[in-house]
């Protein structure tokens, strides 16, 4: 069993799905629920934050790297990538693994409307599983 740590939600009243009134604390509250059953999928697997920082009308970016600030208790996997097309350089990135519920609930307090996990686990990323 993984150590408990405590995740703090601000902004719980920003309404991120203004069609529907769905606010912050909802989904937070909505992947607090769903997190044990959840968390299995995700875990040891690459994760790239896709941040809805305005909920959706503000719509979205995708960041890999693991922010600074980010707490240390979230692992990190080191791996290679290369932008779409072909251009820029490849670079090395530290991809956050999100394998406990307050990972989960951190990635909501950073914005994280959907979960996008790699398809392979870090001890096999050509293996998509």
Request: charged letters at 30%; a negative charge; aromatic letters at 12%.
């Amino acid at each position: 069993m993984s150590p408990q740590h405590d995740v703090t939600l601000s902004s719980a009243d920003r309404v991120l799905f203004p069609e529907d009134g769905i606010t912050k604390g909802d989904l937070y509250a909505y992947y607090d629920a769903v997190a044990d059953v959840l968390v299995p999928h995700l875990e040891d697997r690459p994760f790239t934050m896709k941040r809805w920082r305005e909920g959706l009308p503000g719509g979205s970016f995708f960041q890999k790297q693991a922010p600074k600030g980010m707490p240390d208790w979230i692992r990190t996997a080191e791996f290679r990538t290369w932008p779409r097309g072909s251009k820029g350089e490849s670079r090395l990135v530290d991809f956050p693994l999100v394998n406990s519920r307050e990972a989960v609930l951190w990635m909501v307090q950073m914005h994280c409307i959907d979960m996008n996990a790699w398809y392979s686990r870090v001890d096999k990323p050509d293996r998509p599983d």
